[in-house]
């Protein structure tokens, strides 16, 4: 059963050890119900937002973002154009971690009203450029996971004999998926720094003064890691008129 705002709200004080809570509020972040979630406003006039693992199989999620947001330095974050979440406080482990970031403002768009064109496409096309030009040391430094293009393609191989071990993929798409595994030179990419599987909910955007969108911030950073940039282009798929201006 998903947590109410007001037990979110008094876990966070764990976190936030002599700050009070004047008001707790559900906050809906389209994170696939992987975290039970609250904005709350403290007696020092923030609002930030505190999160819990949902179950005990998305507490290592919750774990992964907090790590990488701590791998995010002033100095990393000052290569963004865009904000991420910084940690407010945490406290706790597995199913019972809490963690406290400060909020993001922006809204969403979804990739089936992405619309074709200058804007919004381009927009967060370069967001996710601007992540996949990070240097690779940042992920190295913290220990976070890297993997080569090998690597990538063999992670793919195991993916594919799952997927055929359930018998309900067609015989025509698991052959053509096995040819584009042994297709060499969709394999010869640069390891870059990636979301590890963004999707267009984690991005948020707002609008400058004459109207034009820009992205103010990206919410997901659990799968942070070295790999192929195309998992952070996957949700694409969802977008057919808007790809070419995304990439």
Excluded: C
């Excluded at 991420?84 to 909020?103: F, H, K, M, W, Y």
């Excluded at 393609?153 to 584009?180: E, I, N, Q, S, Y």
């Excluded at 640069?190 to 991005?203: D, N």
């Amino acid at each position: 059963m998903a947590r109410s705002p007001l037990t979110l709200a008094a876990s966070a004080t764990a976190a936030l050890p002599g700050i009070g809570v004047t008001s707790a509020a559900a906050l809906t972040e389209n994170a696939g119900a992987r975290f039970d979630s609250a904005l709350i406003s403290l007696e020092d006039g923030r609002t930030v937002v505190v999160r819990m693992p949902a179950s005990e199989d998305t507490a290592a999620d919750l774990a992964a973002e907090s790590r990488a947001l701590h791998a995010l330095t002033s100095g990393v974050r000052a290569l963004l154009p865009f904000a991420a979440p910084e940690v407010i406080g945490e406290s706790g482990s597995g199913a019972n971690r809490v963690l406290v970031v400060d909020v993001v403002d922006g809204y969403r768009i979804d990739p089936t009203e992405l619309p074709k064109g200058p804007g919004y496409a381009p927009a967060i096309g370069g967001a996710l450029a601007a992540v996949h030009a990070l240097p690779v040391s940042i992920v190295r430094t913290d220990g976070l996971p890297v993997r080569a293009p090998e690597q990538v393609r063999d992670d793919v191989a195991r993916l594919l004999d799952r997927a055929d071990a359930t018998g309900k993929v067609p015989d025509g798409l698991m052959m053509r998926w096995r040819r584009a595994l042994h297709e060499t030179d969709l394999w010869r990419f640069e390891s870059a720094v990636v979301l590890g599987g963004a999707s267009s909910s984690s991005i948020l955007l707002v609008d400058d003064a004459e109207g034009i969108p820009r992205v103010s911030g990206i919410l997901d950073w659990s799968g942070l890691s070295v790999g192929a940039p195309a998992t952070d282009l996957k949700w694409v798929a969802s977008a057919p008129t808007a790809t070419d201006d995304v990439y």
